[in-house]
């Protein structure tokens, strides 16, 4: 197998993934770039087919199955979009496809994953426990695992993002990036940095359970607790294992970032309230960091706003500012200022 994911997989990706995934608008955020007194712009990842950006990794992976790994099928863990997305590609690909999810995925994601044909199983309450079930159906009935972020293939999907903004922005400054795994960072900034390597690739991550983040800290890939979050698919860890991710991240990040529940909380109602967007907790981070100053928009600056997915209930409260509670806890609630 190849060691390193380069800027030519990712064009290949971008041939693979043609006419199969939508090739998002970057737009301008007029009120935002006001607020923060630079000139903001979004990648609506939100408008694909499936509500996220993960449509993008996991069409290449299915494009480049064996025979052999067709008739099997494929399986994953996910914390709810990459399952979405497997789902659907597989489904289009005519693929079997089985997705193992924890109890801490949300009703609207599992309910969404199993419209689009997909085969749901539920275990345990984190990432791991959700994975052990796909080494099992890997290794009893020959499937085929195509994981979330660690793949040469996911990365070399979600990296069609950045060659799509600097064809739309070639003098972009900044690129926002929610984190969790890397493979939409990794992928972002291996594409960008290669293109121009002035560029900033700013990855945010919520304080709770920020696997990545801690990883770079530490040197090495490390394990973190999981903890209910308003940015439920920034969870799980990145794995101990990690071979393609970590180092991209560790290589590329300018920075990293985290924020907590309450700046996700500001950031969903601020991106609501001002630019009229549904986003999901995992895809506002960049807004909640500007928010919270805990960075800053330098120039020409793009925000990957990554997911819709999100239980509406969880949504109309926040955006009307009342209180949300979140595993054992309450968030309190604040109104749009
Ligand atoms: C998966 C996901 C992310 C994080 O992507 P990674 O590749 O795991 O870093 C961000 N936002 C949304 C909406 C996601 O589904």
Redesign the pocket.
């Known amino acids: 197998m190849q060691q390193r994911v380069t800027l030519k997989d990712v064009f290949e990706a971008q041939k693979s993934i043609r006419g199969k995934v939508l090739r998002t608008p970057l737009v301008t955020a007029a009120r935002l770039s006001n607020r923060f007194g630079a000139e903001i712009l979004m990648k609506m ?1 939100t408008l694909q087919p499936i509500g ?3 449509q993008r ?1 996991a069409t290449n992976a299915v494009a480049h199955l064996s025979e052999a790994a067709r008739k099997n099928g494929v399986v994953c863990c996910s ?4 399952g979405c997305a497997l789902a659907y590609a597989a489904g289009a690909a005519g693929v079997k496809a089985v997705v193992c999810l924890s109890n801490l995925v949300p009703g609207v994601k599992v309910k969404a994953i199993e419209a689009l044909g997909a085969d749901v199983r539920r275990v345990g309450t984190s990432q791991d426990e959700a994975q052990n079930e796909v080494t099992r159906l890997v290794s009893d009935k020959g499937m085929t695992d195509i994981p ?2 660690d793949h040469p293939d996911v990365l070399a999907g ?1 990296g069609t993002i950045g060659l799509e903004l600097l064809e739309d922005q070639p003098d972009l400054e900044t690129i926002m ?11 972002i900034a291996l594409a960008a940095k290669t293109i121009n390597p002035k560029i900033r690739i700013v ?1 945010i991550s919520m304080e709770n359970g920020a696997a ?1 983040a801690r990883s770079l800290c530490e040197g090495k890939p490390v394990e973190v607790e999981e903890y209910a979050s308003l ?1 439920d ?2 969870g ?1 860890g990145i794995g101990l294992e990690n071979r393609w ?1 970590y180092p991209l991240c560790r290589d590329y990040l300018d920075d990293v970032v985290t924020v907590s529940e309450e700046e996700i909380y500001q950031g969903m109602q601020v991106l609501f309230h001002d630019e009229g967007i549904v986003a ?1 907790g ?2 506002v981070v960049s807004v909640a960091a500007l928010l919270a100053q805990k960075s800053k928009a330098n120039g020409k600056t793009a925000m ?1 706003i ?2 819709k ?1 999100v239980e509406m209930t969880q949504f109309t409260a926040i955006i009307t500012g009342q209180d949300v509670i979140l595993g054992d806890t309450v968030l309190k609630g604040e109104r749009y200022a």
């Not at 914390?79 to 990459?82: A, K, Q, R, V, Y």
């Open positions: 990842e996220a950006f993960k990794g914390t709810g979009n990459h979330p972020f979600q990036v929610p984190l969790s795994g890397g493979g939409l960072a990794g992928g990855g990545m940015a698919s920034l799980g991710t999901e995992g895809s990957i990554s997911g997915n």
